[in-house]
């Protein structure tokens, strides 16, 4: 396996243009999430999928971030516009729900919106 | 107060010392993990636990359920071991079932 896949692992953006991630979660896992970690807030949670249905979003800031989860095996999180503040570096993590197996972290996306 | 709260947020010891990261909880918990993120930024699972004690390699974590309390141990301590180590809780209720919560993480730096 090859382990949660993110792309792209490096992007760097105007502000206001809009920016799409990427996440494949590792096979059979039906939990999904999406963290976003900067020096002064640490990780935090953004959205949270069971079984491709966002189960929390509190974590998303405004109406600019979207996820959406449309099938098991992809999710994508959309910033619209983007602004220098959103730069972060945003992790894709995938688990089994309902069993106590450990987290697969993606690499992670480095995002710079200038 | 942070839900999760690690100490120290930075250790700095010499090569062959013996490590240890604290971390306090007050959330009700279903696990508790330890991840090891390394410069250049990819986060590793490490443990997760909910109760008694796990090792693997010179690395042992346990926890305390009645004093929501967690501990990670390195034993023999490397240069390679420097890397920030991040407590993490697993909320245990309501629809954010699964969830982790973040402490804000040890930077450990092992001196040769």
């Known amino acids: 396996d090859a382990g949660v896949i993110q792309s792209p692992r490096h992007e760097v953006t105007e502000m206001g243009q809009e920016v799409t991630l990427r996440c494949k979660p590792i096979s059979g896992h039906n939990s999904l999430f999406w963290y976003r970690q900067t020096m002064m807030r640490g990780l935090e949670l953004l959205i949270y999928f069971n079984n491709n249905v966002p189960i929390d979003d509190s974590g998303m800031p405004e109406d600019r971030f979207s996820a959406k989860m449309p099938n098991a095996s992809f999710s994508t999180l959309k910033i619209q516009p983007s602004e220098p503040r959103d730069s972060a570096v945003y992790f894709c993590?995938?688990?089994?729900?309902?069993?106590?197996?450990?987290?697969?972290f993606g690499s992670g996306t480095r995002l710079t919106v200038v | 107060k942070n839900e999760v709260e690690q100490s120290p947020q930075n250790l700095t010891a010499q090569e062959g010392e013996f490590i240890t990261i604290n971390c306090s909880y007050s959330?009700?918990?279903?696990?508790l993990h330890w991840l090891q993120q390394h410069p250049g930024g990819g986060i590793v699972s490490l443990f997760m636990?909910?109760?008694g004690k796990k090792k693997h390699g010179r690395l042992i974590a346990t926890i305390n359920i009645q004093e929501k309390h967690s501990s990670l141990h390195i034993t023999a301590s490397h240069p390679r071991d420097s890397a920030v180590y991040i407590c993490?809780?697993?909320?245990?209720?309501?629809?954010?079932?699964?969830?982790?919560?973040f402490g804000k993480g040890t930077k450990l730096s092992v001196k040769p």
């Open positions: 959330v009700g918990i279903s696990a």
């Open positions: 993490a809780a697993q909320e245990n209720y309501g629809g954010s079932q699964g969830n982790l919560i």
């Open positions: 993590a995938s688990s089994f729900r309902g069993r106590l197996y450990g987290y697969t």
């Open positions: 636990l909910s109760s």
